[in-house]
């Protein structure tokens, strides 16, 4: 039983770094779901953070719009509601999909070390 709540509390944990780095990809920048693993700590975790996306709680801030695939493109159906409105709200912050992707050399979040060292969410557990 103990080690079934452990895993249960490192996994809440791991959503949670997710999260917290997820929202510090900057408003006009996105990110692939490796891309946040690695930085997150979570070795090969893409599929990861695209579960903990499914799973984001009602009303949350987390800008999972900011979220594609390595090569730019969405995870949604093209012309889903989904697909449309994370095409939209990318559009809000002047990020351009161009044939149905973002153009990562163009638009890819690259925190550089002090970023990544000196953020507030650094601090994990």
């Not at 895993?7 to 996105?30: L, N, W």
């Not at 579960?51 to 390595?70: F, K, M, N, S, Y």
């Not at 890819?108 to 994990?124: G, M, N, T, V, Y």
Request: aromatic letters at 8%; a positive charge; glycine letters at 8%.
């Amino acid at each position: 039983m103990a080690s079934g709540l452990a895993a249960t509390e490192e996994r809440e944990r791991r959503r949670q770094r997710i999260y917290a780095t997820i929202c510090d990809v900057p408003p006009g920048s996105v990110a692939s779901y490796g891309q946040i693993a690695e930085i997150a700590g979570i070795p090969r975790g893409a599929r990861q953070v695209g579960r903990a996306l499914r799973e984001l709680p009602q009303g949350h801030d987390v800008p999972w719009h900011r979220i594609v695939t390595a090569s730019g493109h969405l995870a949604f159906a093209v012309d889903s509601k989904p697909w449309r409105r994370q095409v939209d709200k990318l559009a809000a912050e002047e990020v351009v999909l161009t044939h149905g992707r973002v153009n990562m050399a163009l638009y890819r979040w690259q925190p550089d070390l002090d970023e990544l060292l000196w953020k507030p969410s650094a601090a994990w557990d």
